[in-house]
């Protein structure tokens, strides 16, 4: 069993940045891909970011590309996500989620955390 607590997101002027952090528990957090997603109003749940437990490699959706950053430190059981040269269409809820595998699928994300919301002023 594994609990995410997601940090308060906030509000940021275009071309800001934010960094979100996803605490959890549970002594298994190091055998798990971490992934953030994010859910805008009239929009599906998206994939924004996600690194992997076993090699920590990334893996980025290509809206993000090149402005977030998302890492984790398992010594602290707790994954972050950089966000930086913010845009107007970033704005969301931000969720962190815990996978057994490397996946963009929401479907396959076992536990997930209680969503911060982002909001990024033009």
């Known amino acids: 069993q594994v609990q995410l607590v997601t940090s308060v997101g906030g509000l940021v002027q275009a071309g800001g940045s934010l960094r979100l952090s996803c605490a959890a528990s549970?002594?298994?957090?190091?055998?798990?891909?971490m992934g953030w997603f994010r859910h805008a109003p009239g929009k599906e749940r998206e994939f924004t970011a996600a690194?992997?437990?076993?090699?920590?490699?990334?893996y980025y959706a290509d809206s993000v590309k090149g402005r977030f950053n998302i890492s984790r430190d398992n010594a602290k059981n707790t994954v972050y996500l950089r966000m930086n040269n913010l845009k107007p269409e970033d704005t969301a809820v931000y969720y962190c989620?815990?996978?057994?595998?490397?996946?963009?699928?929401?479907?396959?994300?076992?536990?997930w955390g209680q969503g911060t919301q982002v909001t990024v002023s033009s």
């Open positions: 989620a815990a996978a057994r595998t490397m996946t963009v699928r929401p479907p396959e994300y076992d536990y």
């Open positions: 549970g002594r298994t957090f190091s055998t798990y891909t």
């Open positions: 690194v992997s437990w076993s090699d920590g490699g990334t």
